[in-house]
């Protein structure tokens, strides 16, 4: 199982940014998806998470309004579009596949991408 990031960079605040996960050797379809993100020296972070048809979907209070989780399952990939951007989004995101539940807590997601950083300057 793969799950690739990508998208992330540098950017102003009060820009966006577009991340993509793409996911192979798992029937993606039948996972929930979502985006965690980690800071030095701070634990890992929900950002967003996506059922498997994309019907429903949930955030934190830190990002919602700002960012929206998508998912393409003919494509494999999930999606995180994050807008007006702050200088405290700067992390590396993470996606992440979980089988049975979709949920906030990152002990539950069985697999992980390698993450991409994102760095919002002020």
């Known amino acids: 199982v793969q799950l690739q990031a990508s998208g992330g960079g540098l950017v102003l605040a009060g820009g966006s940014l577009r991340l993509s996960c793409t996911a192979s050797?798992?029937?993606?379809?039948?996972?929930?998806m979502a985006w965690f993100r980690q800071s030095p020296g701070k634990e890992r972070e929900f950002v967003g998470a996506?059922?498997?048809?994309?019907?429903?979907?949930s955030y934190p209070d830190s990002v919602r309004g700002r960012f929206t989780i998508s998912r393409d399952n003919a494509k494999n990939t999930v999606y995180l579009q994050m807008n007006s951007l702050k200088p405290e989004d700067t992390a590396v995101y993470y996606c992440?596949?979980?089988?049975?539940?979709?949920?906030?807590?990152?002990?539950?997601?069985?697999?992980w991408g390698r993450g991409t950083q994102v760095t919002v300057s002020s």
């Open positions: 992440a596949a979980d089988l049975p539940n979709m949920t906030d807590q990152p002990y539950d997601y069985e697999y």
């Open positions: 050797g798992l029937p993606f379809s039948s996972y929930y």
């Open positions: 996506i059922s498997r048809t994309a019907h429903r979907t």
